[in-house]
């Protein structure tokens, strides 16, 4: 075993919500916190109009081109509720790979926050998903405090991954991460990279604290994401390093208070809501380009992604990565060059596909166990799809974010002296 890395070892799972130091010592998701302290209740009927990326982003324009459909995306978080009013007909079969009551219900309401946001109706006041054309397929994974109370699958990251990759999701979305580097894990990110899907995680929320990288945003083949305002700012807490590749809105974003889903709750949605509309933004350019390979797309992303007027043209920050994420640039303005479909824009290297039967998860004692292929099967409610495509004045994006709110321009402005600095090649 090499040096740092765990086989079988509890591990704190941590959900990028920005959360407030009252509540620390309640479990975990108990309520999301604005800088200032703990937010008040965001009414049903006001959560969609909190949602000012989804206008800055000029989503009815990039809805009369696409709204994610046909693809789907893979949920590794808390579990999802699919009763949800705003998830109706959105939520797939999933697995629960914690492997204890074998459902994919949301214990602690971060993940169905994060299924809302990317997939979300609206319906019923709740979260505007950016794409909600798509589907999500929800793969349950525990925290510390689940770990805890429940006795679960010590492997349960690396065999959600697996089970992902042998599935029918072209996106994995993870909004969790922690400092433990897992020889399971980091297996499991090749092998789904090397099967051709497009994953995401969280960067994290320490960045105005330790600012340690964690998992699985450090690994080579993940898109660590980062947090931003709504100026085109980096969040002061989204951390930062040469594990950035991209940044997306986190700030000032709702979710659901708790595992009773009877309010949601003002506050900054953290890294953890950046990575699902990162995936979301995957999601609508590959719908709108159905053809590509995860290569391209996310090639594109970065070369559509919003820089600043003196953002030097080859370089990558370690704040923002290759920028802020601008799908609405990638379809309809189609900025950005596919490029080769073979060779990954994170590692510079070649991708094949991995068919042998190997690809199967790991279990407890490390040997190979086949977990379900999540998402070929629907679950309750899937007949719904959302009619998005309303009617918008056409207005074109000519901004350098595609972020710009009231027709002002914005400059970015990074945190430190680190701006635009040559990303370093990550290894892991």
Known sequence: MTAGMSQGRKRAVSYGLRRSPLLAVAAIGASLLSVGGVAPVAAAADTQSKQWYLDAMRVEDIWKSTTGEGIKIAVIDSGVNASSPSLKGQVLKGWDATETDGTTDDYQGHGTTMAELIVGTGEGGGLQGLAPGAKVIPLRVADEPFQ?????????????????????????????????????????????????????????????????????????????????????????????????????????????????????????????????????????????????????????????????????????????????????????????????????????????????????????????????????????????DTDAANAAADTDDDSPWGLILGGAAVVAVLAGSAFAVVRKRRTA
């Not at 945003?217 to 594990?243: C, I, L, T």
């Not at 900054?268 to 933004?281: C, E, F, P």
């Not at 559509?304 to 043209?313: C, H, I, N, V």
Request: charged share 25%; net charge negative.
């Open 148 to 384: 805890e109370r429940h006795k679960s699958n010590s492997f349960d990251n690396s065999d959600a991954i697996r089970a992902a990759a042998d599935g029918d999701a072209k996106i994995i979305n993870m909004s969790i991460g922690g400092q433990l580097l897992s020889y399971q894990e980091k297996e499991a990110v090749k092998y789904a990279h090397e099967k051709g899907k497009l994953l995401f995680a969280a960067v994290g929320n320490t960045g105005d604290k330790a600012n340690k990288a964690e998992y699985p945003a450090n690994y080579p083949e993940v898109v660590g994401v980062a947090a931003s305002d709504s100026e085109g700012k980096v969040a002061a807490y989204s951390q930062h390093g040469d594990f950035v590749d991209i940044a997306a809105p986190g700030n000032d974003i709702p979710g659901w208070c708790d595992e009773t889903f009877t309010k949601y709750c003002d506050g900054d949605g953290g890294t953890s809501a950046a990575t699902a509309l990162a995936s979301a933004s995957a999601a609508l350019i590959w719908s709108a380009h159905p053809d590509w390979t995860a290569n391209q797309v996310l090639r594109v992303m970065f070369e559509s992604a919003g820089r600043g007027d003196d953002w030097k043209p080859g370089t990558v920050s370690n704040f923002l990565g290759h920028g802020i994420v601008r799908p609405n640039a990638a379809i309809n303005r189609g900025i950005g060059k596919p490029g080769d479909p073979d060779v990954s824009p994170l590692t510079n290297e070649r991708t094949t596909a991995d068919e042998s039967p190997e690809g199967s998860g790991s279990s407890k004692d490390g040997s190979a166990s086949t977990p379900p292929k999540p998402g070929a099967d629907t679950a309750k409610n899937t007949d719904t």
